[in-house]
């Protein structure tokens, strides 16, 4: 009755434990190991108590057998497990170690043993027992060989806190297991089966369980943070291990990546160019060239384990495509001039300050008696005077000049590049092209004219623009001044005495 209440508690515990690894369980081998190694122990611990049943059936006899092999495999699942948890491939010493508990298990079938005894190492047999009991305790003595060596060699804090957890665990099984097969037995005369080793195992598989949980919850993931936080998230988000590779990536990052075939151990830098693992990126702009065309995308980046040098890191990806493409668009309106489509004097003020090093020729233009058309046909015609002053305008300088609507009726035209001579015919071509405009679809009887003033920086030896718009604009005033529809150079000789000289 006793052995029975102990393996029914103790078994509700491990099926809570299996339970929990198995639903939570994900691609990572560590796991996958640890669920193989629960899921033979707990068969195991049922077929304990089927042995307990002296049936002569060959059902019987098949229980009892599978009972015996479960028993001898212990430990080369837990050999097993070992190997995922420090990342060791197979090797021949594995496999050796499997074959020879293949061939003890074999032996059974050339001695006579009693299932009656519910563990090998009570047997009477003076061959059978020790082959089996060396057989079972080489692997999980290896085992602990390769724990020790690499607790020994490791830096990742992290592996020495599992380690020492599984250390424990072995410490307290064995210790039990010894009390419960010769302390008890030989000093108190007290023969308790097999209940205390279940104990024994509970506290094994409970230590290691607790060590993966604590230090490796990352890859634990619960079934609510994997789908509500990871999957399921509307930002892309991958992990990055120290190898610069992804652990995993999300549907989301796939979606904006327009990569549907990333996968674990993938490069990050194969799909976004210039990645730096060291950088805690923090809303960090970057494009990337996609299947569906150049994107803009938002990184921010910082590990999961700040304590840890080595951490693995979260990268969070955001689609800022269209979000910069509007944003890009309210500057420009910002600084465009929604009548002319030229820039605005804001424009002017913030980007256009310094003119030194090459040549810079300003044009200041003035559209003559504009006010008298505003007061005469009204502003609607005034408006389409000034639409089609900028267009002629526009289509007779490079592409590239940048032209600002100062005023109401003025603009200014910065020629990069341009001496004052091929500033003055510009002018002079567009002075000539807007007096010979044919207005009468805009049914205006008036002719319109310009008045332009031209400043050159390196005539003038200004490095100021809007020191040289104002030499411009002195300049246009003087064409005003003799009659209109004229353009006109700004020089200076001297300190104190200006000269306008007119072009044409």
Request: aromatic letters at 12%; glycine letters at 4%; charged letters at 20%.
């Amino acid at each position: 009755m006793l052995q029975f209440l102990t393996f029914a508690i103790i078994f509700g515990i491990m099926m809570y434990i299996w339970s929990f690894v198995f639903l939570n369980k994900n691609n990572d081998k560590l796991h996958n190991a640890f669920l193989s190694l629960i899921s033979f122990v707990m068969l195991w611990m049922v077929l304990s108590m089927c042995n307990t049943y002296n049936s002569t059936s060959v059902f019987g006899l098949i229980l009892k057998t599978v009972y015996w092999l479960c028993m001898m495999s212990l430990s080369m699942f837990f050999l097993f497990f070992v190997y995922r948890l420090i990342r060791k491939k197979l090797d021949a010493a594995f496999y050796i170690f499997a074959g020879i508990n293949t061939i003890t298990i074999i032996m059974r079938y050339f001695y006579p043993i009693d299932y009656s005894d519910p563990t090998f190492w009570r047997l009477s047999l003076p061959v059978v027992a020790p082959i089996m009991s060396a057989s079972f305790t080489l692997p999980a003595a290896y085992a602990l060989i390769l724990l020790i060596r690499r607790y020994l060699l490791t830096r990742d804090p992290q592996q020495k806190a599992q380690i020492q957890y599984i250390f424990l665990g072995v410490f307290l099984s064995v210790s039990i297991s010894v009390i419960s097969e010769y302390v008890l037995p030989a000093v108190f005369h007290i023969h308790l089966g097999i209940s205390l080793m279940y104990i024994a195992i509970l506290i094994f598989i409970v230590c290691m369980f607790v060590s993966i949980m604590r230090y490796k919850l990352m890859n634990m993931r619960s079934e609510y943070i994997y789908r509500r936080l990871l999957s399921d998230s509307p930002e892309g988000v991958l992990l990055v291990n120290r190898h610069r590779k992804i652990i995993y990536a999300n549907n989301a990052v796939k979606r904006i990546l327009h990569s549907y075939g990333i996968t674990d151990g993938n490069l990050v830098a194969d799909y976004i160019p210039g990645y730096s693992f060291e950088e805690n990126y923090v809303e960090h702009e970057v494009s990337v060239d996609t299947s569906g065309g150049v994107i803009q995308i938002s990184l921010t980046q910082y590990p999961t384990d700040p304590g840890y040098s080595d951490s693995a890191k979260i990268l969070k990806i955001t689609d800022v495509t269209l979000a910069k493409r509007e944003k890009e668009l309210l500057a420009k309106k910002a600084i465009t001039d929604p009548l002319t489509g030229f820039y605005t004097k804001q424009y002017l003020n913030e980007r256009c300050l310094d003119c030194a090093g090459a040549s810079l020729s300003v044009l200041f233009i003035d559209i003559d008696n504009l006010k008298s058309v505003n007061d005469r046909y009204g502003h609607m015609a005034g408006d389409k005077i000034l639409e089609a002053v900028a267009v002629y305008i526009r289509n007779n300088v490079r592409g590239d000049t940048k032209i600002i609507r100062f005023g109401g009726d003025e603009f200014v035209i910065l020629l990069e590049g341009t001496s004052a001579d091929d500033a003055c015919r510009i002018a002079e071509r567009i002075c000539r092209g807007v007096a010979d405009m044919d207005l009468d679809h805009y049914n205006l009887s008036q002719k319109v004219s310009l008045s332009i003033g031209v400043a050159n920086n390196l005539m003038l030896g200004i490095c100021s623009v809007s020191e040289l718009i104002k030499k411009a604009d002195t300049a246009m005033y003087k064409s005003k001044s003799v009659g209109k529809n004229n353009v006109t150079l700004f020089t200076e000789t001297d300190n104190d005495n200006l000269k306008e000289m007119l072009c044409i």
